[in-house]
């Protein structure tokens, strides 16, 4: 089974990029994937979070995306909050850095191409 989890805010301090979301993370053991996709019907990136039998999908909608560019230029962790529980976002730069190169002039991702280009470009 497959899980949403939606970043609903954002907040960047000196030492990373906090995200914050509704969803109470206790329970299953979650561990970062290093992995990323976009969703270019919603426009959102997606992070993949792995649990001991699925995968969890952290939301990053457009919303988010001005803190989430300025914590790429500082090369700061993000780290997903929720309830007391953290969980650091590891790879998310790279992956990221390899999405928005993908992006870039590339017309398969519709009007998410234009609204990148805007925040990131």
């Not at 990053?60 to 993000?78: N, S, V």
């Not at 730069?93 to 002039?105: A, G, Q, S, T, V």
Request: include cysteine; proline fraction near 2%; aromatic fraction near 8%.
């Amino acid at each position: 089974m497959q899980k949403r989890i939606e970043i609903q805010n954002a907040s960047l301090t000196e030492d990373a990029l906090r995200l914050k979301c509704g969803e109470d993370l206790s329970g299953a053991e979650r561990k970062a994937s290093g992995q990323m996709l976009v969703d270019s019907d919603h426009f959102a990136f997606v992070y993949i979070l792995e649990s001991a039998d699925s995968f969890e999908y952290v939301i990053i909608k457009e919303h988010i995306w001005p803190d989430l560019k300025e914590a790429l230029d500082q090369r700061k962790p993000a780290v997903l909050e929720a309830g007391g529980k953290t969980v650091e976002l590891s790879g998310l730069h790279e992956e990221l850095d390899y999405l928005l190169e993908n992006i870039k002039d590339n017309a398969n991702y519709g009007d998410m191409e234009e609204k990148v280009k805007n925040v990131f470009l």
